[in-house]
């Protein structure tokens, strides 16, 4: 990072950049593992975060797509952890995005009691540094989804999306952005929003998202890249086809 960047962060994080930090029993309830002292669970997200930021690295992509075929997969539950342990590097920053204007629920994994969200943005004229809030994690900027809308679709493709996506992309080096989305199989939110970014982490939950579900979820992502599968809700266990396995179960 240059020192005009470094300023530039510093100015967004201090001055205009509300700080809240969430405590430890909101975090244990909320199964954030990543921001507790010494979780046995948090190793997996250091693993998550070594083989993302590789595939990161290798490839020039910045920003991240978190999908699942169905609800409560665990999208949200792994963006918060991995975008803490993604911030724990030094070397970068970074947003997420609650995109998943369904059901926005990354404010809720911070513990944010937050007024307004992605979707005042798009509907009103409210300036996008007044949304964003740092969780009380370094280098670790959200911005959060408040309300809900069943035309997420179109909220999505507008080109007032497009040039903010572009702008929180761009405006920062070092930075990753992660995109929480809804359901690829619920909605066409996910297929209209793939422009947006680079590649794709496609969760799939241990035991209930079937094969046809997981085909049915490539097929929608098409050329887009993946970065990678985690099998969410496996206890230890790996399972040998996917390239992660996370058992969060006692957290
Ligand atoms: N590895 C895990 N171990 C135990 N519980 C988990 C795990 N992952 C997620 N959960 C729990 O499962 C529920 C659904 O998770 P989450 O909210 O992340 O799903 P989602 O895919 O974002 O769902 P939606 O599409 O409805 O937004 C939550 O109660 C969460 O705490
Ligand atoms: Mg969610």
Redo the contacts with the bound molecule.
């Keep these: 990072m240059t020192k005009t960047q470094q300023h530039a962060f510093s100015s967004i994080k201090y001055t205009r950049t509300r700080s809240v930090a969430v405590s430890p029993d909101v975090m244990r309830e909320?199964?954030l593992v990543m921001g507790l002292r010494n979780d046995p669970?948090a190793d997996v997200f250091r693993l998550l975060r070594t083989q993302v930021l590789k595939q990161l690295r290798e490839n020039n992509w910045t920003s991240l797509a978190?999908v699942?075929p169905?609800?409560?997969?665990?999208?949200?539950?792994?963006?918060?952890n991995l975008a803490i342990a993604l911030a724990m590097e030094v070397n970068q920053t970074v947003l997420v995005v609650d995109a998943?204007l369904?059901?926005?629920?990354v404010a809720w994994?911070y513990g944010l009691d937050i007024e307004k969200g992605l979707l005042d943005y798009l509907q009103t004229d409210v300036p996008v540094e007044d949304l964003l809030v740092n969780p009380g994690f370094e280098r670790l900027v959200v911005l959060p989804g408040k309300h809900t809308t069943s035309v997420s679709s179109e909220l999505l493709s507008l080109p007032k999306m497009t040039a903010l996506v572009e702008e929180l992309k761009n405006r920062y080096q070092s930075r990753i952005v992660l995109f929480?989305l809804?359901?690829l199989l619920?909605s066409d939110d996910a297929l209209l929003f793939m422009p947006h970014f680079d590649a794709a982490l496609l969760?799939v939950?241990n035991g209930k998202s079937s094969p046809e579900e997981v085909q049915r979820s490539l097929a929608i992502l098409g050329e887009t890249n993946l970065a990678g599968t985690v099998l969410?809700?496996?206890?230890g266990a790996v399972f040998p086809r996917y390239r992660y396995g996370?058992?969060?179960?006692?957290?």
């Design positions: 909320r199964r669970h978190v699942a169905t609800a409560e997969c665990g999208k949200t539950f792994v963006t918060a998943d369904r059901n926005p629920q994994y929480d809804p359901p619920s969760v939950e969410n809700k496996v206890n996370l058992g969060v179960k006692n957290a």
